[in-house]
């Protein structure tokens, strides 16, 4: 309670209400006065109280009500999180936010407080939408198992995905907003922060919230995590900036759509094939066929012999003992060559070029591939042993190209536009009943069926993108052939290089691609 001057009694306030009644203009004054000295005093206290940040709440259904100790000596947050899950659809977890806009990044140290406790607990640089339930976001979230994702929500109420890094228990995270681009910056003990496989098409509109968040992964427990050198910092990008362009090799899990990030690299790399045995991948760079553990780790190059312009139209015999390749060593027009999947002195296969390999029947006799004769490209086969090559497809003008083998040898399918736009066809291997798959509103290219022979993926640009140009959004999309139902994936910055050849794993549950992402100085 306050007393006003010239008054004798005393004015009682409640927030927001005020008893004004029968107050003098002064008295009016002065109470206007205190009211905005005590809202200046609060929002410096908060402001004081969480650092960089402005609030904190629960949000979703949360049992045990989180909270945030902010000691600014140390720069440090402790963040406590209840929560069952920041997950599928469930968001319950601790937020510690501010309001911003525009393109930003949130960098902090991040350990948890405890050991034990559920290790799918999480501690998170995050970015939303809204605060309700159910709200587009994106965060890097590091895992009390020291699994470490980018996690997302793409539209409002459906399902979460994630990328999983290859860098597991961080010491330092990044979560980076760059125009509609989010991505995952990660950094070991001692190193400096790079990107980490994580990179998404998530626009934001206007005003979003960002800041730190933990949940425990249970409802009855709840969960510490300490944020140390926390940075939010609001980022440009010139207009004469230069990007650099980074790859990663990736997995994405047919049932569950998430992916894995294995390999990255500066280095551009194209076309993964996934090995027989589920060992090893196969990819295209700077002309050299690489081999690189599933698992991840160092990629040792292929010795190709003289073929050392290969591109990325490569491939394994059905029995895992042979590679096909497609090089422009010889004039700078590609050819399809035959080696031992160990490497070794290549074998030439097709004299005309340019031939571009895409499928190897499964007898393992025969190769079929888009050839280019008379300024005109069509899907042509040739016996593995050599002869006179065989056109399949006649269809007067337009392009006929990505020509792969289902398992049971019944089709081949390919990509062709000679309905106005790029669709996915399939027909006999002697090139009878060519029939077409897909008629929707993307250009859809480079279908593989699955081993199991109960899907085809494909690339999706969007429709106006002619031809399979880089660095585009684009979509790896899957259709049930059953039913021929359609879903996507995954959704990517990518194009030329991502699917161009088959890339199944050899049990039908996951499928290789590489994605891009630019990064700026």
């Not at 306030?13 to 206007?32: D, G, K, Q, W």
């Not at 990509?415 to 009943?433: A, F, L, V």
């Amino acid at each position: 309670m306050i007393r006003a001057p010239g008054r004798k009694k005393t004015l009682f306030i409640f927030a927001p209400y005020v008893l004004v009644e029968h107050m003098t203009s002064n008295s009016r004054r002065f109470l206007a006065i205190v009211v905005l000295f005590m809202s200046a005093k609060l929002a410096s206290a908060a402001s004081t109280e969480l650092g960089t940040f402005s609030h904190q709440r629960d949000i979703g259904n949360v049992a045990r009500a989180g909270t945030v100790n902010f000691d600014p000596a140390k720069g440090e947050y402790l963040v406590a999180g209840g929560g069952e899950n920041m997950w599928f659809t469930n968001d319950a977890f601790h937020f510690v936010w501010k309001q911003a806009s525009g393109d930003f990044t949130l960098t902090a140290d991040v350990k948890f407080i405890g050991t034990g406790g559920n290790p799918h607990r999480k501690a998170c640089l995050l970015v939303r939408q809204s605060l309700k339930p159910g709200s587009v976001y994106a965060d890097v979230a590091l895992h009390g198992s020291g699994l470490t994702a980018l996690q997302y929500r793409d539209t409002p109420d459906s399902p979460t995905h994630e990328i999983q890094s290859i860098i597991s228990a961080p010491a330092r995270m990044r979560i980076e907003k760059r125009g509609d681009y989010i991505s995952m910056w990660l950094a070991a003990a001692g190193e400096e922060l790079k990107p980490a496989g994580g990179y998404l098409r998530i626009p934001f509109k206007g005003k979003f919230y960002v800041g730190l968040g933990v949940c425990a992964h249970d409802n009855k427990a709840m969960e510490k995590a300490v944020f140390s050198n926390v940075e939010l910092k609001p980022v440009s990008t010139p207009a004469n900036a230069q990007p650099v362009l980074e790859s990663t090799l990736e997995t994405v899990e047919v049932a569950s759509t998430d992916r894995s990030a294995v390999y990255r690299t500066r280095d551009h790399i194209e076309a993964p094939n996934w090995s027989q045995d589920g060992k090893f991948f196969l990819f295209n760079s700077n002309g050299r066929i690489y081999k690189l553990p599933v698992k991840g780790g160092t990629p040792e190059p292929l010795n190709t012999g003289d073929q050392i312009h290969c591109n990325n139209d490569h491939g394994l015999s059905p029995d895992g003992t042979q590679l096909a390749v497609s090089d422009q060593t010889q004039d700078g027009k590609s050819r399809i060559y035959i080696l031992p999947v160990s490497g070794g002195a290549p074998r030439l296969v097709t004299p005309p070029a340019p031939s571009y390999w895409h499928g190897w029947s499964p007898d393992g006799k025969t190769l079929a591939y888009c050839a280019e004769r008379n300024g005109k490209f069509g899907i042509y086969t040739i016996p593995l042993a050599g002869g006179e090559e065989t056109r399949l497809t006649t269809a007067p003008g337009g392009l006929d190209d990505g020509p792969d083998y289902s398992p049971d040898g019944k089709y081949i399918y390919f990509n062709s536009d000679r309905t106005g736009r790029m669709q996915i066809w399939r027909m006999k291997p002697d090139g009878s009943e060519q029939e077409q798959i897909t008629s929707d509103d993307y250009n859809n290219w480079f279908a593989h069926p699955s081993p199991n022979d109960r899907w085809i993926i494909f690339l999706s640009y969007a429709k106006d993108v002619k031809g399979h140009p880089a660095n585009k959004d684009v979509m790896i999309r899957l259709m049930s052939l059953s039913d021929r139902k359609i879903q996507v994936l995954a959704q990517l910055f990518g194009g030329q290089g991502t699917i161009n050849v088959p890339s199944w794993s050899p049990d039908s549950q996951s499928v290789a691609f590489v994605s891009y992402q630019l990064v700026y100085p």
